[in-house]
């Protein structure tokens, strides 16, 4: 059973700086594109960033210039730094993976969400 774990989130005040991570565990065979999605409340979940297994990286337009995806292929984790942070930042934020497994083959497992407010 694969499992994704985030960690990081907290309170943090607008202007400052946090920085999400998220680690996949289980028997896989790999690990192709892992991103952040994000879901504020009244809101549907919506992208931030996904970064593909050879490192290209995308970008919501209301988060480019501030906030950097990456991923460590041997710790099967994808990180999301975030800075100069802003109230509207506030909400869940999920990470995903497709990942490739003997049982499933392909399929885009979850976190289970970890909560971000920035206030003013």
């Known amino acids: 059973q694969v499992q994704l774990v985030e960690s990081g989130g907290g309170l943090v005040q607008a202007g400052g700086s946090l920085r999400l991570s998220c680690a996949a565990s289980?028997?896989?065979?790999?690990?192709?594109?892992m991103g952040w999605y994000r879901q504020a409340p009244g809101n549907q979940r919506e992208l931030v960033a996904t970064?593909?297994?050879?490192?290209?990286?995308n970008y919501a337009d209301s988060v480019k210039g501030r906030f950097t995806i990456s991923r460590d292929n041997v710790k099967k984790s994808v990180y999301l730094e975030m800075n100069s942070l802003e109230p509207e930042d506030t909400a869940v934020y999920y990470c995903?993976?497709?990942?490739?497994?003997?049982?499933?083959?392909?399929?885009?497992?979850w976190g289970q969400g970890t909560q971000v407010t920035v206030s003013s």
């Open positions: 289980g028997t896989m065979i790999g690990i192709n594109d």
């Open positions: 995903n993976a497709d990942v490739l497994t003997y049982r499933a083959g392909w399929y885009r497992y």
């Open positions: 970064i593909t297994g050879g490192g290209v990286t």
